[in-house]
DNA sequence: CAGTTGGGATGACAGTTGTTCACTGACACC
DNA sequence: GGTGTCAGTGAACAACTGTCATCCCAACTG
């Protein structure tokens, strides 16, 4: 009898806004309902550990906290994650996973330079705007406390760098570059993409002025830094 | 007997390395050994504090834990601070009063160009390098947990943005600028210049070659900056 | 020289924390 | 249909946390 009513609650608190999130993860096939079960509660862990992070950073946020949050018992917390900064990392791969693929939209396109410029602004304020709180996390924890979040954050956007520096590489304008000088102008932009999404974290919850500002801004910053590479070669 | 060896005790952990330090703010004047105790113990909760905050972050920082590695009791903490935040706050002015030394030894100076920028990026090399606990913690909290520090940090950062705007401003190159253009090429500047700090933060220890290599890569996007700042106006 | 002040020590308070353990019962597989 | 696997449980652990009222005694004031 006892067992009937906890697990009925742990299915209630576990499955709320999850059910439809992960279902295009398991699939049409029969993955089994065991293994389900296990990734949809996985999955609670990750959101919950999300919604408290949006106050908190990592190093100060508690097993017991989140497993409380979740209506999971603290043990079970290790049949997920090794300790916190292992659910860190897992969380900086979702981050980037959604970030992702908002990239490929950008480099997919071919435009002009002043295109090129909009079109990424407007990219990175759509991604905080739908998932700012995987965007503050990531701000937070850059240079956090916890080592292993850190350098998984580093490694994301190091590759990030590369696949843009190539990118660069493949544009007429960069005839004459180093391979150097383009991997500078990469890093260059990529800090700045990431201090252009600070800028709109916060500040843009339901204030379009001021993030038409912020973007406006953005937009000049990432201009001005395009006519100096037009001009790096001039001597 | 034993009050005077606990007192001995406590002196010994609260002075060590801290007679000196302190002796300037003092002054000659005598300033009555009651404050000047006080303010003795109060520096030694921030240097243990920076000490202890190179590893971890502030939200994760107990109050137990640093007054133990003071030798202080737990309670003589409330003396000095209102909490934990507050303590922070106090680190965010301390560090930042060692950074504006260095910034107007910048200011002063008029050269060319280059020079400018080699002058920067060496200031940005020896302020990490003789301080890198105090910008390790700026690093970490300027997007940390706690709120009051974060604020604090933000607004250090917004002064220093208005100084090199108005310095920017002064410059015949700043000719036809609208004051906003000039505004957000100094936020350009400065969020850049945390860059390079944090870039030099990760490997300087002894390592003269890739602070080398990483000064050579922030020297070139300063330049490419300001080439950009230099064709803003050609149509 | 007394009296007051206040920095600091003390010890206990009531919670909280992370981690481990044996255990259970629903699922998956043969 | 029986059996092993394993996600999740709940209790117990020791160590830790911030906060408080209280006392001590050196340092200041008059």
């Known amino acids: ?102 990239v490929r939209a950008i480099r997919g396109e071919q435009a002009k330079a002043d295109e090129v410029i909009d079109g990424t602004v407007e990219v990175i304020a759509r991604y905080v705007r739908e998932h700012r709180p995987h965007f503050r996390f990531i701000a937070r924890e850059r240079y956090g406390g916890v080592q292993p979040v850190r350098e998984a954050i580093a490694d994301e956007l190091r590759l990030f760098a590369e696949e843009l520096a190539s990118d660069l590489a493949a544009q007429p304008e960069s005839e004459g570059w180093s391979p150097q000088d383009i991997r500078m102008l990469a890093d260059l932009y990529v800090d700045h993409m990431v201090m252009i999404a600070i800028a709109f974290l916060d500040v843009s919850p339901e204030d379009p002025g001021s993030e038409e500002e912020i973007a406006n801004i953005a937009r000049r910053q990432l201009r001005l830094i395009r006519l100096g590479r037009s001009h790096w070669l001039d001597d």
């Open 1 to 102: 009898m006892f067992t009937d009513t906890s697990t009925l609650a742990w299915r209630k608190s576990a499955n709320d806004c999850l059910l439809d999130d992960v279902s295009h993860i398991l699939g049409d096939r029969p993955l089994g309902a065991r293994q389900a079960q296990k990734l949809r509660t996985r999955q609670a862990l990750l959101d919950a550990g999300l919604r408290l992070l949006e106050h908190q950073s990592l190093s100060s946020l508690g097993l017991r906290e989140l497993t409380r949050e979740v209506g999971v018992a603290p043990a079970g917390f290790y049949r997920h994650f090794r300790d916190m900064s292992d659910l860190g990392v897992a969380l900086v791969e979702e981050s980037f996973g959604s970030l992702r693929e908002m």
